[in-house]
């Protein structure tokens, strides 16, 4: 399917309200170039406040880097996008439920924390997430709201996911 097809089809089950169908359609892809379109459609959907414009090719490669079970590290000059993308990855994974434990590694605590901040408050605040997946801060893979899950500087849980900063 193309992304134009793709998108249509959120843009159907949006206009008629199915939360419940866009959080089901986000959660399934038949081949790896899908799953990266669903990710950045994921992104201009839920952060379109980010999200506005069509994205470079560049930006897809660094989904598929991203979204990948490797350990690789990327590197693109200032005002690329990168923070933001890597939001939007995390965010991805972690509505979707694919990984359970995600290192954020910047050249500091303080910056890798506030990558962290960025993600938190997307799923605290944003109110179409809320919609779409329901509160999922501080709750386990359950969905059941955990006030014992830690929550301090660095290391959160969003939806079962532990989210820890580490600098280098």
């Known amino acids: 399917m193309t992304y134009e097809t793709l998108a249509d089809e959120l843009k159907l089950l949006a206009e008629a309200s199915e939360w419940a169908m866009v959080r089901t359609y986000f ?3 038949e ?7 669903k990710c950045i459609l994921w992104m201009r959907f839920f952060l379109p406040q980010y999200f ?10 660094r989904v598929r880097e991203n979204l990948s079970d490797k350990n690789e590290y990327g590197a693109d000059p200032r005002g690329y996008g990168k923070t933001t993308l890597e939001q939007g990855c995390i965010g991805f994974e972690i509505a979707n439920g694919l990984q359970e434990f995600i290192v954020i590694i910047e050249k500091s605590f303080t910056e890798a924390s506030e990558v962290i901040k960025g993600v938190v408050a997307e799923f605290r605040d944003n109110p179409m997430i809320i919609q779409v997946y329901g509160r999922m801060v501080k709750a386990g893979a359950d969905g059941q709201i955990k006030d014992k899950n830690p929550d301090a500087e660095g290391d959160v849980i969003i939806s079962g996911v532990r989210l820890r900063a580490k600098g280098f």
């Not at 506005?52 to 490669?61: A, G, I, L, T, V």
């Open 52 to 61: 506005r414009d069509k994205s470079p090719d560049f930006h897809r490669e």
């Open 27 to 29: 959660s399934y892809w």
């Open 31 to 37: 081949n790896e170039e899908e799953k990266v379109d």
